[in-house]
Nanobody, 121 residues
Framework: VQLQASGGGLVQSGDSLRLSCVASGRTFTGSAVGWFRQGTEKAREFVAAIDWSSGTLYTDSVKGRFTISRDTVKNEVYLQMNSLKPEDTSVYYC????????????????WGQGTQVTVSS
């Protein structure tokens, strides 16, 4: 399984970005995809996840601002990030697991490379 995350960039506070995660070698059938982020010298943090039945999970700090969605035809998962804040600055990673959406990073066996999101004040 290979995951490719993209869509990061440098934006200003209040702006929006949409991250994309494309999976190859495995479809999203029966799987959950999670987004995590890790800032410099910080622990990896759960952001959001979506499972096969479109059940979603968000960390409190992004509720109402971020939306996770998926396109089963394109085998892509998106993270729409609105009202971005400087504290959202991190490298964002997508990961996939078989089963339901969970927040623990160690329960996702497959990871993509990160995409940098930088929010200036």
């Amino acid at each position: 399984v290979q995951l490719q995350a993209s869509g990061g960039g440098l934006v200003q506070s209040g702006d929006s970005l949409r991250l994309s995660c494309v999976a190859s070698g495995r479809t999203f059938t029966g799987s959950a995809v999670g987004w995590f982020r890790q800032g410099t010298e910080k622990a990896r943090e759960f952001v959001a996840a979506i499972d096969w039945s479109s059940g979603t999970l968000y960390t409190d700090s992004v509720k109402g601002r971020f939306t996770i969605s998926r396109d089963t035809v394109k085998n892509e998962v998106y993270l729409q990030m609105n009202s971005l804040k400087p504290e959202d600055t991190s490298v964002y990673y997508c990961a996939i697991r078989h089963g339901t959406a969970v927040s623990e990073h160690y329960r996702y066996p497959y990871w993509g490379q990160g995409t940098q999101v930088t929010v200036s004040s």
